[in-house]
T-cell receptor
């Protein structure tokens, strides 16, 4: 299988920067997705990386290192509405290349 | 709004019963995925259909089954329900079968409570 690991919880202050890490097994790699999910709502797409490096999209950036099996999501200028779960996911051969999700990192933004 | 529609939004049923969850994918999407999300397990992939055919199976119990119809909507059937089946069930859709750069769009989910 392709284990995806990320921290369970993080807390950060409004206006600050936070980095959420994700590690995955590198065999059969088909790209790395980040989704945001507010409690009880649908996951929504944030970013996709398939090549090494940093992809920037406004306040959110995502980084990938394929050789290290490592990605992070960087959130800048945190806002209260960023309090949510952030899910790292990758299509894996053992799921027919459907997205295989990590358990998610619950981010709490405090005033 | 992702364009993926799931019904019903909420369902409460008793142990031992059978329920059917319905999903309409985004217009033009041929792939439908079903996921189960419980508090302690995160999003677990159950099954995928592509253009009417089963494409991949994940951690789906034998008591559960799914199908995709010619109009591409899909149904997930859960039978002999147990208390542990209480969860959020999400449907997602994508244009391609999966793999590289295949973004999946999620519906709002069906919250199933088994009592």
């Amino acid at each position: 299988g392709q284990n995806i690991d990320q921290p369970t919880e993080m807390t950060a202050t409004e206006g600050a920067i936070v980095q959420i890490n994700c590690t995955y097994q590198t065999s059969g790699f088909n790209g790395l997705f980040w989704y945001q999910q507010h409690a009880g709502e649908a996951p929504t797409f944030l970013s996709y990386n398939v090549l090494d490096g940093l992809e920037e999209k406004g306040r959110f950036s995502s980084f990938l290192s394929r050789s290290k099996g490592y990605s992070y999501l960087l959130l800048k200028e945190l806002q209260m509405k960023d309090s949510a779960s952030y899910l790292c996911a990758s299509p894996t051969s053992n799921s027919g290349y459907a997205l295989n999700f990590g358990k998610g990192t619950s981010l709490l933004v405090t005033p | 709004d992702s364009g993926v529609t799931q019904t019903p939004k909420h369902l409460i049923t008793a142990t031992g019963q059978r329920v059917t969850l319905r999903c309409s994918p985004r217009s033009g999407d041929l792939s439908v995925y079903w996921y189960q999300q419980s508090l302690d397990q995160g999003l677990q992939f159950l099954i995928q259909y592509y253009n009417g055919e089963e494409r991949a199976k994940g951690n789906i119990l034998e008591r559960f089954s799914a199908q995709q119809f010619p109009d591409l909507h899909s149904e997930l059937n859960l039978s002999s329900l147990e208390l542990g089946d209480s969860a959020l069930y999400f449907c997602a859709s994508s244009a391609s079968p999966g793999g590289l750069n295949t973004e999946a769009f999620f519906g709002q989910g069906t919250r199933l409570t088994v009592v």
